[in-house]
Nanobody
């Protein structure tokens, strides 16, 4: 089983920055894709960004040019640097990981609140 521990959420003014971190621990042979999703009140969970084990990245159109995803494979940690934050970025952000141990499995973090005030 893999556990994900997120940190870095909080309250920030529009135009500000935050950096989210998510560390994976537990029993696995490898970490595959890592990423971030978010869910705003009354809305469905949506993809924010993902990064493969080789470093290939993808982003939602709404965050391209403002958010940067990265990972440290030695620490099994994924980061999300969020710049030029907007009130519409307000949501609970969830870390996501696909890991391998006798097969591939998905797991999610508990979520961290990001609130952007106007």
């Amino acid at each position: 089983q893999v556990q994900l521990v997120e940190s870095g959420g909080g309250l920030v003014q529009a135009g500000g920055s935050l950096r989210l971190s998510c560390a994976a621990s537990g029993l696995f042979s490898s970490i595959r894709t890592m990423g971030w999703y978010r869910q705003a009140p009354g809305k469905q969970r949506e993809l924010v960004a993902t990064i493969s084990s080789g470093g290939s990245t993808s982003y939602a159109d709404s965050v391209k040019g403002r958010f940067t995803i990265s990972r440290d494979n030695a620490k099994n940690t994924v980061y999300l640097q969020m710049n030029s934050l907007k009130p519409e970025d307000t949501a609970v952000y969830y870390c996501y990981t696909r890991f391998a141990v006798l097969g591939e499995y998905d797991t999610w973090g508990q979520g961290t609140q990001v609130t952007v005030s106007s």
